[in-house]
């Protein structure tokens, strides 16, 4: 059984930084694309950023230049790293793996979400 487990949100005044970080635990063959969404609330999740296991990396226009994903593959873990954060930043952060457990079975995996909230 394969979990994400995140962890790194929380409370922070506009123009600071957080770090989370999201690792995979379980039977794990391999790791394809990891992720990270959120969802504002009241709104529709949505895509943040993306980062291959060969490290191709795609941002949404509104994080370009203040968030930068990573993962490190030896500990199955992506981290998202934010800064100059603003108010509009504020939603549930949540990982998404495409995760191998044998070669031939794959899965959508997401954690459980970790809480932003950025005070102005």
């Known amino acids: 059984q394969v979990q994400l487990v995140e962890s790194g949100g929380g409370l922070v005044q506009a123009g600071g930084s957080l770090r989370l970080s999201c690792a995979a635990s379980g039977t794990i063959f391999s790791i394809n694309v990891m992720r990270w969404y959120r969802q504002p609330p009241g709104k529709q999740r949505e895509l943040v950023a993306a980062?291959?296991?060969?490290?191709?990396?795609t941002y949404t226009d509104s994080v370009k230049g203040r968030f930068t994903i990573s993962r490190d593959n030896a500990k199955n873990t992506v981290y998202l790293q934010m800064n100059s954060l603003k108010p509009e930043d504020t939603a549930v952060y949540y990982c998404?793996?495409?995760?191998?457990?044998?070669?031939?079975?794959?899965?959508?995996?997401w954690g459980q979400g970790t809480q932003v909230t950025v005070s102005s």
């Open positions: 998404y793996a495409d995760i191998r457990t044998t070669l031939l079975r794959r899965n959508d995996y």
């Open positions: 980062i291959t296991s060969g490290g191709s990396i």
